[in-house]
């Protein structure tokens, strides 16, 4: 079972992604963040195996929360994702420490495809 914590800022785009993994038995939503800030505290007190997460939100909180969890948790993947699908951000996210990059208009089979890929890197 992969846990995920969803954590975007436009609720929307959390709903879509939770529709879409729902339908995977092997995946488990363990929460969903709705800012950087509460993204980072669930992180921590759910130690999910990947984080969904916003690059976009507001004021960079996706970026400061992507550097914040991978401090206080490596073991934690995270994949960052945008609407705009801009370079620079996937850029900066793999920089940063994201594991991978999924714009939030791809289709729920390539998520899912990611988030198999992404969780199965360096399983203990």
Do not use: W, Y
Not at 28 to 45: F, L, Q, S, T, Y
């Amino acid at each position: 079972m992969i846990k995920i914590l969803v954590a975007d800022c436009h609720p929307v785009m959390r709903i879509g992604f939770k529709l879409a993994l729902q339908a995977d038995p092997g995946i488990d939503i363990i929460g969903e963040a709705c800012n950087g800030p509460n993204a980072v505290k669930m992180a921590a007190e759910l130690d999910p195996d990947v984080v969904l997460l916003d690059a976009s939100m507001p004021g960079g909180e996706g970026f400061k929360a992507l550097m914040d969890i991978k401090k206080n948790n490596t073991r934690t993947k995270i994949i960052v994702t945008s609407v705009a699908g801009d370079s620079n951000e996937l850029l900066e996210g793999i920089i940063l420490g994201a594991s991978a990059f999924v714009p939030a208009n791809a289709d729920g089979g390539k998520l899912l495809d990611v988030i198999r890929r992404v969780a199965a890197i360096n399983r203990n």
